[in-house]
């Protein structure tokens, strides 16, 4: 698919941001229904902030690696990862396809007095473009058309910059514990996960490379009962990744 007819095609799932625009309420507390999330977002930030020093030879030290650079956010929920990009410098704008969602993070980066650029709706119609950095978190398998979600993320990217993209891995071992156990033992709502909609690191790497992205090595966010999650070598559960202009 070229990118042309990417870029002209929608994404969005309607049953999808309706799903999560129901635990918008709850998103920030870190024992509501998104208490997963909160687990997961200090493991992401510590393998985008190595990425951000390296990528951008930011001192490790520095408390605003991101400042005078344009980040974006895709599928932000409530701003978990926004917020902090925010504290990092960042000219940060963020968009979510659930108009709760979108809702409830104005609020919450009102409260903590963090000027966030929030959005709301499908990310190719919005003209995005020129961004330092890109990020997208846990989207990429809930979006209708993954070939489009992922063009329309390279032309928001800036030459030179930087993207960074997580996702379950489709394997024998997510399905047992990411849909099986987690959404049968109430660690994860019901209904958020569907493993046909995982993606391989191989096709992952297709879809990136068709959009004229090259994809780093990636690295894979595993848990066990010693550690919780963690950045491992392990891909089987999920994984996180770096991407550049090709």
């Known amino acids: 698919m070229s990118n042309a007819t990417s870029l002209n095609a929608q994404t969005i799932r309607p049953e999808e941001a309706a799903h999560f625009g129901k635990l918008a309420a709850d998103w920030w507390d870190p024992k509501g229904q998104s208490a997963m999330l909160h687990r997961l977002n200090p493991v992401r930030l510590a393998f985008i902030r190595a990425a951000i020093d390296t990528h951008f030879g930011a001192d490790p030290r520095a408390l605003r690696p991101l400042a005078g650079k344009r980040a974006l956010d895709v ?3 409530a701003g978990l990862l926004a917020e902090p ?3 990092m410098g960042a000219d940060v704008t963020a968009l979510d396809a659930a108009a709760e969602n979108i809702a409830a993070a104005r609020a919450h980066a009102e409260g903590a007095g963090l000027a966030i650029d929030y959005r709301h709706g499908e990310l190719a119609d919005l003209g995005l473009a020129g961004f330092d950095l890109v990020t997208s978190m846990e989207v990429i398998e809930h979006v209708a058309d993954k070939p489009a979600f992922v063009a329309a993320l390279a032309a928001t990217l800036s030459q030179g910059g930087l993207m960074v993209l997580s996702t379950p891995n489709r394997t024998p071992a997510s399905r047992l514990l990411m849909i099986e156990a987690a959404e ?3 660690m994860v709502p019901r209904g958020t996960h569907h493993w046909d ?3 391989t690191p ?10 004229g992205l090259k994809m780093g ?11 919780g999650l963690h950045l491992s070598d392990d891909l089987a559960l999920n994984y996180i990744v770096t991407v550049t202009p090709a």
């Open 75 to 77: 599928g932000c929920g």
């Open 85 to 87: 990009l925010c504290r």
């Open 184 to 186: 049968r033992l109430g």
């Open 197 to 199: 909609d995982f993606i």
């Open 202 to 211: 191989l096709e992952l790497h297709d879809l990136l490379d068709a959009a």
């Open 217 to 227: 090595n990636p690295q894979g966010i595993a848990w066990n009962p010693a550690k």
